[in-house]
């Protein structure tokens, strides 16, 4: 009986290894590849605390897999304790932030930071992120069922939002509330809202959400930054990250700067790290690194097209939106297109906090990939 047993396990552990999505794996192991590598380059030009920082990184980078491989490996029905416990500690520590007596407002412009034991500083609203989605994918699946009405499941998700998000922009970290706020309209729009609302409300934030904005919430350096975008050359010290690392995109050519002059742009290693991949890998390197990042998130959405639960493809949609608003927004601000933001590249940016939550929001989305795999 016992040799049945283990014959047994070993043949579902087998199966469950055969059911990892490696399409999903390969680009996320390359990207961190890629991102160690650049890192390498940038930080032995002149950091102080290389190599400690890029042993960090690394160590971050193994954590982050050890997470995603427990998250991928767990049964499906436990995301729904997962989620409450993400949601739970998200917001926990994001009411310690301004408590902590530590800010790093001087340096970033924000007080989004806490400096726990053995990982550092560590930001909340990173995980807050994947909580936020997890949690609002059971209420939209429960309106589906009609087991909430609309206006019920409509109030139960602004409670959820509500605390987290007073709270980020309390820090200020507009930001990480545009990335939030993209992936909620995004499983808005799956859930099956309808365009003209989406137009309607697109039109009222244009007309009233924008002033507000402008007037009321936003800082002198950031109006700066979004004038210097529309009007090029009206400011040139508000320009002068945008100016240097489009100098380092360009000095890159196609294969990458082996000069060993360097063009100088401020946080290099974390905002600007795709100017830094342009100049150490050329054209070439970072058109591998865009068709990395497409080909995943089209697989993301690949996977949430083929769930057997709403619930699931809500969870992929919304943790691949985020994913996408950041790969789109640090290359876009980084060539010109975007305004300047604190937005990290996934899996490429410095950063212990950034890449530990990424491997547990891809270990998530592996997980449902895997279960769904084993059930078709």
């Given at each position: 009986m016992q040799i049945q047993k283990t014959g047994i396990e070993?043949?579902?552990?087998?199966t469950r290894f055969r059911s990892i999505d490696f399409y999903l794996v390969v680009p996320v192991i390359l990207l961190t590849i890629i991102g160690i590598y650049v890192l390498n380059k940038v930080l032995s030009e002149g950091y102080a605390a290389y190599?400690?920082?890029?042993?960090?990184?690394?160590?971050?980078?193994?954590?982050?897999?050890f997470c995603a491989l427990v998250i991928c490996f767990i049964d499906t029905q436990l995301l729904k304790v997962l989620r409450w416990i993400i949601y739970a500690s998200a917001m926990f520590l994001l009411l310690l932030v301004p408590l902590d007596n530590y800010s790093m407002m001087a340096e970033w412009g924000a007080d989004a930071w806490l400096n726990l034991p053995v990982l550092g500083n560590f930001q909340?609203?990173?995980?807050?992120?994947?909580?936020?989605?997890m949690v609002v994918a059971d209420l939209f699946e429960r309106m589906n069922s009609k087991e909430f009405s609309m206006w019920k499941g409509l109030g139960l998700i602004a409670a959820v939002y509500a605390p987290p998000m007073l709270l980020i922009f309390k820090q200020p970290d507009f930001g990480t509330a545009m990335v939030i706020a993209f992936s909620f309209v995004c499983v808005l729009f799956v859930w099956g809202v309808k365009y003209r609302y989406f137009l309607l409300a697109a039109s009222l934030g244009i007309v009233a959400g924008i002033p507000l904005v402008w007037n009321f919430y936003l800082e002198g350096y950031q109006k700066k930054r979004i004038l210097s975008l529309v009007f090029e050359g009206s400011d040139p010290k508000a320009e002068y990250n945008?100016?240097?690392s489009k100098l380092a995109?360009?000095?890159?050519?196609?294969?990458?700067?082996?000069?060993?002059?360097?063009?100088?742009?401020?946080?290099?290693?974390?905002?600007?790290?795709?100017?830094?991949?342009?100049?150490?890998?050329?054209?070439?390197?970072?058109?591998v690194l865009l068709c990395l990042a497409f080909f995943f998130i089209c697989r993301c959405l690949y996977v949430a097209s083929k769930c057997n639960k709403a619930s699931y493809s809500y969870i992929i949609i919304g943790i691949a939106a985020a994913f996408a608003f950041h790969f789109i927004e640090n290359m876009g601000m980084s060539v010109g297109l975007l305004p300047i933001t604190g937005i990290p590249l996934p899996f490429i940016s410095l950063g212990g906090t950034s890449l530990l939550v990424n491997y547990i929001s891809f270990g998530i989305i592996l997980n449902i990939s895997m279960n769904r795999q084993q059930e078709a």
């Open positions: 070993r043949s579902r552990n087998i190599p400690g920082n890029l042993y960090r990184q690394i160590a971050a980078a193994m954590l982050g897999i909340p609203s990173e995980l807050a992120k994947i909580g936020l989605v945008l100016v240097q995109i360009a000095s890159g050519g196609l294969a990458g700067n082996n000069t060993g002059v360097r063009v100088s742009v401020p946080v290099k290693e974390s905002d600007f790290i795709y100017s830094a991949v342009s100049e150490h890998l050329g054209f070439i390197g970072t058109t």
